[in-house]
């Protein structure tokens, strides 16, 4: 993530932040998500924000992992939540196919291209074989500052163009949809779910 500005704008509005996407309904994309794993596995919420996925997903019967590089928003959403949110930058990961999932909704977006392979090569070693992999990104092919954070953007042949070099992943589910938050319906994403192939 850039460090700079885009962790310094989370931190400053972390309040205003969690109480605009906590009560957000996004659940459509999360029983999608959830449909390819069974109950009782572990998810790793990569980027938990105000920590409304990891609510989410400790209700329906999953066993959750949650971090966040803003050390404000950790602080929040474990109290939004009730377990204890890891305050952990993105490129910080290290596990080896520890999680049956990782969501990383609307938050891998902020790392640029250039540094967001490195993490994405670090989420698919630490998925179990036959893992699968949330995230989602902002429609269009612009990478750079919107204001004060910085994001990424993909449609789906430039994300399909992106993840060649990873043979262990593909893409099994791809849709695009609006924002859900009131006032920002014209904004577009793109959600992607992708598979780790068991490959020997």
């Known amino acids: ?7 310094e704008f989370y931190n400053k509005n972390a309040k205003e932040f969690s109480a605009d996407t906590l009560n957000v309904d996004f659940s459509k994309i999360q029983d999608k998500f959830l449909s390819y794993l069974s109950p009782g596995d572990l998810i790793l919420d990569f980027g938990c924000g105000s920590g409304r996925d990891t609510l989410y997903f400790l209700s329906k019967g999953m066993n959750v992992e949650a971090i966040d590089g803003s050390e404000v928003l950790c602080e929040i959403a474990s109290k939004n ?6 305050h952990m930058l993105f490129q910080e990961l290290s ?16 790392l640029p291209k250039n540094e967001l392979k490195a993490v994405l090569g670090k989420m698919i070693l630490s998925l179990r074989p036959e893992g699968y992999i949330y995230t989602s990104f902002k ?17 789906e042949n430039s994300f399909k ?10 893409v099994i589910d791809q849709k695009v949809t609006c924002d859900v938050r009131p006032g920002r319906e ?4 793109l959600n992607l779910i992708m598979k780790k192939l068991d490959i020997v």
Not at 95 to 110: F, M, N, P, T, V
Not at 140 to 155: A, D, H, L, P, V
Not at 161 to 170: A, G, L, N, R
Request: proline letters at 2%; glycine letters at 8%; one cysteine or more.
């Open 1 to 7: 993530m850039k460090i700079d500005s885009t962790l």
């Open 81 to 86: 939540i009730g377990i204890p949110v890891k």
């Open 95 to 110: 596990e080896k196919e520890k999680y049956d999932g990782i969501w990383a909704c609307a938050s891998i977006l902020h």
């Open 139 to 155: 429609y269009g092919e612009t990478e750079g500052y919107r204001g004060k954070r910085y994001f990424s953007s993909f449609t």
């Open 161 to 170: 163009e992106f993840i060649t070099d990873f043979s262990t992943v593909i």
């Open 186 to 189: 014209n904004e577009k994403w």
